[in-house]
């Protein structure tokens, strides 16, 4: 006879294992079909009214985009915390405003932002400290006011002053929700670097290229003290350079076009949708 009392612990941590094997398999599976319950929801006509006083140019938007539009939005606000600091109390109007700028990105291509947890709204401009090592092994520290920042751990921090101003004033060609978010979909393969993830080595291949020469076209265009859509911030580096044309090529697409069509049109190709149409 064979005594399998001892085994008995044994295949209960095996069940175990196994069961938690299975709920990690399946959790991708169960995650897209809560997000299919969100998206099939009404949107409140009460939101329709908010979208339409904070954020006006979104009645632009061709029909299909408004309502694809509306369930990322329903998505993103079941999914991601947006969070008060500094005194703000966080309504609706914020929630709806921060979440319809963000997920114009996702309206061709995109099904969500990979990665990120939390978006943290401030009253106004906030100050971070930098720091930054000179020759010699001198460390200099300063202060640095900003609207937006994006972090690749996944938190977006808002001033909210400075997203409402924006959403007002679309033909500025600044939004920092754009800009900020546009740093997180870079920055779902790492650090931030202007090349987000491509779909083949071609895509890439002709992304780096048109990216280079706009690049290049914004710095000479700076040097000649000539005025042009990219903001000149966009000259700081790859992934700074990305973010601004981001803003522009869903604030000012016309004058992106007409300006770099070269660079309006990879970036149609890989937003999947044409603001110049709209």
């Known amino acids: 006879m064979i005594d399998l009392a001892w085994a008995a612990p044994t295949i209960a941590v095996v069940l175990v294992a196994c069961t938690l094997v299975v709920v990690w398999l399946r959790a991708p599976a169960w995650a897209e079909r809560r997000r299919e319950g969100w998206r099939a929801r009404p949107f409140p006509h009460a939101w ?3 979208l339409r006083r904070y954020v006006p140019a979104l009645q632009a938007l061709p029909p299909p985009l408004q309502q694809r539009l509306r369930q990322h939005v329903q998505v993103f606000l079941a999914e991601v915390p947006i969070i008060g600091c500094r005194g703000v109390v966080v309504t ?3 929630r709806l405003t921060v979440a319809a700028l963000a997920c114009l990105l996702l309206l061709g291509r995109h099904e969500r932002f990979h990665g990120l947890r939390e978006v943290l709204l401030y009253p106004s401009a906030f100050v971070v400290p930098e720091v930054s090592a000179a020759a010699g092994g001198v460390v200099h520290e300063r202060r640095q006011v900003l609207a937006g920042q ?5 938190q977006v921090i808002l001033a909210w002053d400075a997203v409402q101003h924006d959403a007002a004033h679309p033909a500025s060609g ?10 997180q979909l870079d920055q779902e393969t790492g650090a931030a670097n202007g090349a987000p993830p491509m779909g083949s080595r071609d895509q890439a291949a002709q992304w780096s290229l048109v990216m280079a020469q706009a690049w290049q076209a914004l710095h000479a265009r700076l040097a000649r003290g000539e005025p042009g859509v990219l903001d000149p911030y966009g000259a700081t580096d790859p992934a700074e350079f990305f973010a601004v044309a981001t803003e522009a090529f869903y604030g000012r697409p ?5 300006e770099q069509p070269e660079l309006y049109g990879v970036l149609a190709r890989w937003y999947g949708v044409h603001p110049a149409a709209w």
């Open 48 to 50: 329709r009214r908010l």
């Open 92 to 94: 609706d109007a914020m």
């Open 150 to 154: 994006s972090w690749s751990r996944g």
């Open 174 to 183: 600044r939004n920092v929700v754009l800009h900020e978010f546009a740093h």
């Open 254 to 258: 016309h004058e992106l076009r007409g």
